[in-house]
Structure formats: C-alpha cells, structure tokens
C-alpha cells in the first residue's frame, strides 16, 4: 500500500507559479517511479510529468515544457511539480501517482497503481 497526499494547489493568475507537492508513505519511496496527471472538467485525464525512481529520467508533456520541472526527494519521501509561467488551459485537479511496477518513465494511467485525492490549480487570465 502507497498512500499519496498532494499539496500546494490553489487559484494563481496567468503568468504565475505555484509548486505541487506530493508526499508519499507505506513503501520505500524509491522503489517506485512517479506521475503528475490533471483533468480538466470534461476532458480525460492526462499526463503532465513523470520521474523514474532515481530521478535520473523525467518525462513532460510538450504544452509544459520549459515551465514545469519535475523532481523528487528520496529523503523526504516527496515529489515535486513547479509550475511556471502558468496558463488557464493549466487549469484542472491535479493528481500525483505512483507506479510500482515499471522500470521506466510511464505516461499510461493504466500503468499507475495508486493515486492521491488531487489538488486543484485554477489560473485566472
């Protein structure tokens, strides 16, 4: 069992920044990669970003990059979303997963095995 819990989310104007946060507890947290997904109302869940277990790998959607990073600290159990020059199509709930079963970076859903409750981010223009 993985137990998620996300942080850090709330309503910004565009051109601001906020930093998601997602603490994770239960299993060795470096055993396992992990995602960032949003979902805006009436659109499917997508992924943002995605760390390997070491951090040595990273993946971001192209509408992101060079404005969201992802990283993570093993020693804290923690992994990070900054978000950057934030736009309103950023805004949706965003989620942190966990996948304890691939040995690479996975944007599927289905790879993920478990969830938080999801933080929403809500960017006025």
């Known amino acids: 069992q993985v137990q998620l819990v996300e942080s850090g989310g709330g309503l910004v104007q565009a051109g601001g920044s906020l930093r998601l946060s997602c603490a994770a507890s239960?299993?060795?947290?470096?055993?396992?990669?992990m995602g960032w997904f949003r979902q805006a109302p009436g659109k499917e869940r997508e992924a943002v970003a995605a760390?390997?277990?070491?951090?040595?790998?990273?993946y971001l959607k192209d509408s992101v990059k060079g404005r969201f990073t992802i990283s993570r600290d093993n020693a804290k159990n923690t992994v990070y979303l900054q978000m950057n020059s934030l736009k309103p199509d950023d805004t949706a709930v965003y989620y942190c997963?966990?996948?304890?079963?691939?040995?690479?970076?996975?944007?599927?859903?289905?790879?993920?095995?478990?969830w938080g409750q999801g933080t929403q981010v809500t960017v006025s223009s």
């Open positions: 760390i390997s277990r070491s951090g040595g790998n990273t």
């Open positions: 997963a966990a996948d304890l079963q691939s040995a690479y970076v996975s944007t599927s859903k289905y790879e993920y095995d478990y």
């Open positions: 239960g299993r060795t947290f470096s055993s396992y990669a």
